[in-house]
């Protein structure tokens, strides 16, 4: 799994979405991830380069829901500015997930 205090942020910044919204990601996650697929996405999520490969595929799917500018707002020190960018909400999403996976078995 991802570093615990990028996870925690993740986790923190997508449960600011309204739970109707991450039940709809979640389900189209669910509907679109084949079964053998998410049973390595735990696997592989420390991987480096997951971000830019399995990690940009689940944020293209979780973005057919809801765009990056539906998120809530995250401040960037760095930009002065608040950022909406599912780059900050989808670890938090694909943990939930992988939780439901996991109960399933």
């Known amino acids: 799994m991802a570093s615990e205090k990028l996870q925690q942020v993740s986790t923190d910044n997508w449960n ?9 990601c979640l389900n189209h996650l669910r509907t679109t991830i084949p079964e053998t697929t998410m049973a390595e ?5 420390d991987a480096a380069g997951f971000h830019f490969a399995g990690g940009m595929w ?20 760095d930009a002065g500015a608040e950022m909406h960018n599912w780059d900050d909400f989808y670890m938090g999403a694909l943990e939930e997930l992988l939780k439901d996976v996991k109960a399933k078995e």
Do not use: H
């Open 16 to 24: 600011k979405i309204p739970k109707e919204k991450r039940d709809l």
């Open 41 to 45: 996405l735990k696997k592989y999520w």
């Open 58 to 77: 689940i944020r293209n799917k979780l973005r057919e829901v809801m765009a990056d500018d539906e998120l809530p707002g995250i401040f960037y020190k």
